[in-house]
């Protein structure tokens, strides 16, 4: 797919709302025309945020793909430029929701497929909590306009992760069955970056300091608060 033809085609056919990642398949030219066209263009959570205007919008908050919600959560430089994808759906529906005819708008938690194409428990979890939040925005926004109509879908399951229903299968002594299921919730909460920047963290490392980082790393679950350790089982097991 050529992806900088994409950026372009947004401007041809008028879309409203783009919001996302990708900065590096728009050129300054390109944002230049989107600004001549009459676009807002957003390229950091501040600038997002403090948007008012009802003029079509381009948001672009990184080079590539948006960063994993663990990644954002954790790093203050990433929350400082990249808005929350339930923050960009509150802005893409304020914009569209005056629409005289309605308004089509496609929300997608993207990044869940790359987790678990990664098999990334860590960040799968995250980017499904970010994504029930993101659900919650569009409810609120129902609750002032009933005529909307919310679809929520997947495409296909990816990596065949799975956490729940570890341990024992045995259902017929009186020894605990899955009794594995919540101590593996647990180590969950200690994770604070994706397998995909774990990659470039640890580049170079020797195996001692490897070692030495993970574990450090493994301790931190054990100081999470019980409502985290309580959110996170509940977003896998529902």
Known sequence: ???????????????DVVLGGGTQYFSEDLLAAYRKAGYGVALNRDQLLADAGQAPLLGLFSKGYIPFEIDRMNSAALKASTPTLSEMTNIALRRLGSAPEGFF??????????????NDGAAAIHEQIAFDETIATVLAFIDKHPDTLLIVTTDHGTGGFNVNGLGNEDFISLAPSYSET??????????????????????GLSSKEFVAAAEKASESWRHASLATRTRILFAFRE
């Open 182 to 203: 919540t101590p593996a919730f647990d180590r969950l909460v200690g994770f604070k970056m994706s397998l995909e920047v774990l990659k470039i963290e640890t580049k």
């Open 105 to 118: 708008l496609m929300v997608e938690g993207g990044r869940v497929d790359h987790a678990g194409h990664g």
């Open 1 to 15: 797919t050529d992806q900088k033809t994409i950026a372009a085609q947004y401007l041809e056919r008028g879309v």
